[in-house]
Antibody, heavy 119, light 111 residues
């Protein structure tokens, strides 16, 4: 059974940094692209960032480009999101998501890590 | 990176069929057969119900079906049931980032 467990969320002041982690199990981690998707309370889903299986390609939403960095450690079956220069509008539930293959979709989701940016 | 456009809400009575649209552009929905749909109940993580426009994952009811015409994809739920009441999001690969973009989301209400 695929399991994705996020950690590292919390309350942080504007302008500060936070690092999210995602521990993956139940599948061959280094075979799949991984993503971060966020959801503002009461609002919709937003794709934040993605990384291919070998870290060869990384992508970011315009809203976080230049501030967030996605990375992975295949030896530790872990995905990370380094978030710098946080803004109040970054407040959201951040999901760690596994991409399917060869299907182009998000086939497994974690339960999310809540990030609150407030002074 | 504009979000794909979905109607804010759709409703139907039990047993009826409803269709949710998802409109993008030739850079996403219209250019690739990589549209997926997600169901999200309150307080829960999203669940994949359709991938690559028309395919259903194992375990998803045959009442869910997907299609696409031009720059618009659609999700149809037939034989509407109370448990279908949820938020639904479309998603597509987009050449603008070489990754993905979500739709604005649709709240489905079972009357």
């Amino acid at each position: 059974e695929v399991q994705l467990v996020e950690s590292g969320g919390g309350l942080v002041q504007p302008g500060r940094s936070l690092r999210l982690s995602c521990a993956a199990s139940g599948f061959i981690f280094d075979d799949y692209a991984m993503h971060w998707v966020r959801q503002t309370p009461g609002k919709g889903l937003e794709w934040v960032s993605g990384i291919t299986w070998n870290s060869g390609s990384r992508g970011y939403a315009d809203s976080v480009k230049g501030r967030f960095t996605i990375s992975r450690d295949n030896a530790k079956n872990s995905l990370y999101l380094q978030m710098n220069s946080l803004r109040p509008e970054d407040t959201a539930l951040y999901y760690c998501v596994k991409e399917g293959w060869p299907a182009h979709c998000f086939d497994s989701w974690g339960q999310g890590a809540l990030v609150t940016v407030s002074s | 990176q504009s979000a794909l456009t979905q109607p804010a809400s759709v409703s139907g009575s039990p047993g009826q069929s409803i269709t949710i649209s998802c409109t993008g552009s030739s850079s996403d929905v219209g250019g690739y057969n990589f549209v997926s749909w997600y169901q999200q109940h309150p307080g829960k993580a999203p669940k994949l119900v359709i991938y690559d426009v028309t395919n259903r994952p194992s375990g998803v009811s045959t009442r869910f079906s997907g299609s696409k015409s031009g720059n618009t994809a659609s999700l149809t739920i037939s034989g509407l049931q109370a448990d279908d009441e949820a938020d639904y999001y479309c998603n597509s690969y987009t050449s603008s980032t070489a990754f993905y973009v979500f739709g604005t989301g649709t709240k489905v209400t079972v009357l």
